[in-house]
């Protein structure tokens, strides 16, 4: 059996793998990609806790996670088309029209 | 023995294509790169015994998410489009504060997660078990996660529709 941390390990470099990408990149979508891999990570960050407790609740968290992943990739995307229609860019830097 | 050379490969292969996602300029190839991690993911699932979440996993993540994406990115026709870099100052924080996250992270697992050993016994977490649990104690967030989507849904038709009406007139 592999330990927990060895995962644990892995879903943190997952992470700051993540963080890197939405701290350096400007393409909105290459940032959002970058969120869903941190999302990742802390799926697997659940798992592992919820072997090594023998618990489900992690398992549900880890559905429930799935399914607003989901809803947010729908509505964050849809947002990316119309600003798109507006700008004519996904960068998001240019995404500044609630700018005051 | 086996099962470590299993982690270790896959694992490598999680880390990679996610490096991948972050450093290359085209985002086709971020996203395939992603399904990929996601796939990869998937087999670190069933290692944890969750195999009903590792089919949930490619099925809605690499299935349906990042199908959406790579949608998105080719109906926008991004491929083509050059990516002006983020400022020097910009980067370097990016990439140490990041490096800092990850190794405050290592130290503190290390430190207090390292756990000496696993629970005896089975872990029975078949999608029997997850349905039973699902729909005993948490059958109200399950019905708010299902409204939810509905609202998605609903906002996700508004925000895109309008753009295109507002075009067309």
């Known amino acids: 059996m592999i330990p927990t941390h060895y995962f644990l390990i892995l879903s943190a470099i997952l992470f700051s793998i993540g963080v890197c990408g939405v701290l350096t990149r400007k393409n909105g979508i290459t940032i959002f990609m970058s969120i869903e891999l941190m999302v990742n990570a802390v799926n697997l960050t659940f798992l592992a806790y919820a072997r090594q407790f023998h618990q489900l609740h992690g398992l549900i968290f880890v559905f429930f996670v799935m399914a607003i992943a989901a809803a947010e990739a729908a509505v964050g995307l849809a947002i990316f088309i119309s600003l798109f229609h507006h700008r004519e860019t996904i960068d998001v830097d240019e995404a500044n029209l609630m700018h005051w | ?169």
């Not at chain 2, 969750?50 to 998105?72: S, T």
């Not at chain 2, 926008?76 to 990041?98: D, I, K």
């Open chain 2, 1 to 169: 023995m086996f099962e470590f050379a299993i982690f270790f490969f896959f694992a490598a292969i999680a880390v990679i294509f996610a490096l991948v996602v972050v450093l290359h300029h085209n985002p086709v190839v971020g996203a395939l790169a992603l399904v990929a991690s996601f796939f990869a993911l998937a087999v670190m699932y069933v290692l944890l015994e969750a195999p009903f979440l590792a089919a949930l996993q490619v099925i809605v993540y690499a299935g349906a998410i990042m199908v959406l994406f790579l949608f998105v990115i080719m109906l926008l026709n991004l491929q083509h489009r050059r990516e002006e870099p983020t400022r020097p100052v910009q980067q370097f924080l990016g990439y140490t504060s990041s490096a800092a996250f990850l190794i405050g992270l290592v130290y503190y697992i290390v430190k207090y997660a390292a756990f000496e050993a696993l629970p005896n016994g089975p872990f029975n977490s078949d999608a029997r078990a997850i349905g039973i649990e699902l729909f005993q104690s948490y059958i109200f967030p399950f019905e708010m996660v299902s409204i939810l989507l509905l609202a998605a849904i609903v906002g996700a038709l508004l925000l895109s529709a309008r753009s295109v009406g507002a075009r067309a007139q």
